[in-house]
Nanobody, 123 residues
Framework: QVQLVESGGGLVQPGGSLRLSCAAS????????MGWFRQAPGRERELAAR????????????AYKDSVKGRFAISRDNAKNTVYLEMNSLTPEDTAVYYC????????????WGQGTQVTVSS
């Protein structure tokens, strides 16, 4: 089992920045990818960014939803088993509950999920 705990959400003005953190614990050696998903009221959950890594922790790839490219950056601290989502130039359309999720190596789906953290962009 893997446990994920998000932090860093809050209220920010349009144009502002936030950094979300997702700390993983448990059998993290089984994971090879993590994603940041978000769900706004009345909308489906969507994948905002994801990151993959090899067995030695070397980052293999990152990918972003088109609407956040150039504004969001996902990264991972291998030693801390923590994934970050740096969010810049935030707009009200970024308002959502943000969830981190982890995928097992060889798995097809994100199996482990955090509890979510609210991000609200408003003046």
């Amino acid at each position: 089992q893997v446990q994920l705990v998000e932090s860093g959400g809050g209220l920010v003005q349009p144009g502002g920045s936030l950094r979300l953190s997702c700390a993983a614990s448990g059998r993290t050696e089984s994971n090879d990818a993590m994603g940041w998903f978000r769900q706004a009221p009345g909308r489906e959950r969507e994948l905002a960014a994801r990151i993959t890594w090899s067995r030695d922790g070397t980052i293999s790839s990152t990918a972003y939803k088109d609407s956040v490219k150039g504004r969001f950056a996902i990264s991972r601290d291998n030693a801390k088993n923590t994934v970050y989502l740096e969010m810049n130039s935030l707009t009200p359309e970024d308002t959502a509950v943000y969830y981190c999720a982890a995928k097992d190596r060889g798995g097809e789906y994100y199996t482990y999920w955090g509890q979510g953290t609210q991000v609200t962009v408003s003046s």
